[in-house]
């Protein structure tokens, strides 16, 4: 995503560089970290900093808990492994440390010279559908953001069957009654690791703006909804997506019957068998054809109720919100089929699409000529994958 500063500066993030000294350790709540030392740009990189303790074991889909306090001081020099992921997308590149279960790591770039600075923070998350992606992929590095005067975060969070599993055991084993939303709630604990740590960073933790593109831009729109994470934020950026449409959460009885699904096809008997298994043969079964998608749910803990009815009833986070889409964020083809955009397959892929408001919609998407058709059909999609939920937040 290309971000005009004008637009940052508008929302208050951008400010001028710092003037003072600053060692290369940052004491956090939970030890001494020493990152790589000051760059050629003025910037200092921690990476690999745990912000919350490893979700293995009995962890996995548990929320996050807190990091154990360490002695010594802890090398943040090499990004931490990335989350339990298939190589599903093909732009992806990742400077990680392997992947594992072992992931809940973060990021930071900070150009302070010294802890006083309270500079403005920028926390990324990253797109991938909620089923890939990393805090390490060069397309995200905080370094040019943090020159600008930001302190920049990225965060890992999980994905996939490990990060959005519910189960009727996982809501009864649970203090909150909740179960899925893992990946969500790792973000939370990042927002939260952050507001504590940051100014160690030479960061300002009343000045937080959380931003991220496609499935990230999701999470911004969720983060600014949960109760957990609201309060913590002075500003959103959100490139692609919303929670209002793209990838919307389900009912907690709908997560539930997935995960159950799910069990059955591993023969676990419950939750203490699946825990078991390997992350290897968790993550190559969920990945099989038929195996069902893990939806975000309204679990009545990061979710008290629907996204939709905590924007409309405006109890979501009162902060400045930078947010739109791209030009095509879906093909015509996704409308019309494989064959050609025309005028003619466009009106019929419209009313098999919607029915009795299909002369609505051809009005709207209104063609003249099949070159339109193709531009028509075109936004079409696009609305109807992306566009139209991030319009909605930004309405809301």
């Known amino acids: 995503m290309k ?15 710092p003037a003072f000294a600053a060692a290369d350790r940052v004491k956090t709540a939970n030890g001494t970290v020493e990152g790589t030392g000051r760059q050629p740009s003025g910037v200092r990189e921690f990476k ?19 990091v154990k306090n360490w002695t010594g001081v802890k090398q943040t020099t090499q990004f931490g492994p990335r989350c339990m992921q298939q190589p599903i997308f093909g732009d992806m590149n990742f400077r990680s440390n392997g992947m594992g279960e072992d992931c809940l790591y973060l990021n930071v770039w900070t150009p302070a010279k010294s ?37 920049t975060v990225t965060v890992n969070y999980r994905l996939g069957v490990f990060g959005f599993m519910a189960h009727p055991d996982l809501t009864k084993e649970s203090p909150h009654h909740a179960s899925g939303d893992y990946g969500l709630l790792d973000q939370s ?61 389900v009912e907690l009885s709908k997560g539930e019957e997935q995960g159950a699904r799910f069990a059955t096809s591993m023969n676990a008997a419950g939750i203490s068998a699946l825990r078991a298994m390997p992350a290897a043969q968790i993550l190559e079964a969920a990945g ?4 069902p998608r893990f939806s975000i749910t309204v679990d009545g803990y990061f979710f008290p109720q629907q996204p939709l009815a905590i924007f409309t009833a405006g109890q979501q986070a009162h902060v400045p919100l930078l947010a739109g889409w791209n030009s095509e964020e879906m093909n ?35 063609a003249a000529t099949n070159d339109d058709a193709l531009q028509a059909a075109t936004d079409l999609a696009s609305d109807r994958f992306i566009a139209f939920s991030t319009w909605k937040w930004i309405d809301l």
């Open 3 to 17: 971000l005009d500063f004008r637009l940052l500066i508008a929302l208050g993030i951008l400010t001028g560089l």
């Open 189 to 249: 604990a990042a927002i939260h690791w952050v507001h504590e740590n940051i100014a160690g960073f030479g960061g300002n933790p009343a000045h937080i703006t959380i931003a991220g593109e496609s499935a990230g831009s999701i999470a911004v729109s969720a983060q600014m909804a949960s109760p957990l994470s609201r309060d913590l934020i002075a500003g959103a950026i959100g490139e692609s997506g919303s929670i209002l449409g793209t990838l919307p959460a």
């Open 115 to 151: 802890a006083g600075d309270k500079l403005p923070v920028l926390v990324y998350f990253f797109g991938g559908g909620f089923m890939a992606g990393d805090g390490s992929e060069p397309r995200y590095d905080g370094e040019s953001l943090a020159a600008k005067g930001i302190v």
């Open 288 to 291: 099989k054809r038929g195996a």
């Open 332 to 366: 015509a083809h996704a409308v019309v089929g494989p064959g050609e955009a025309t005028k003619e397959s466009l009106e019929t892929a419209i009313h098999k699409l919607y029915g009795e408001h299909a002369d609505e919609i051809v009005k709207q998407y209104a």
């Open 48 to 66: 690999g900093i745990p912000f919350a303790a490893p979700p293995v074991g009995d962890l996995r889909w548990a929320a996050p808990q807190p």
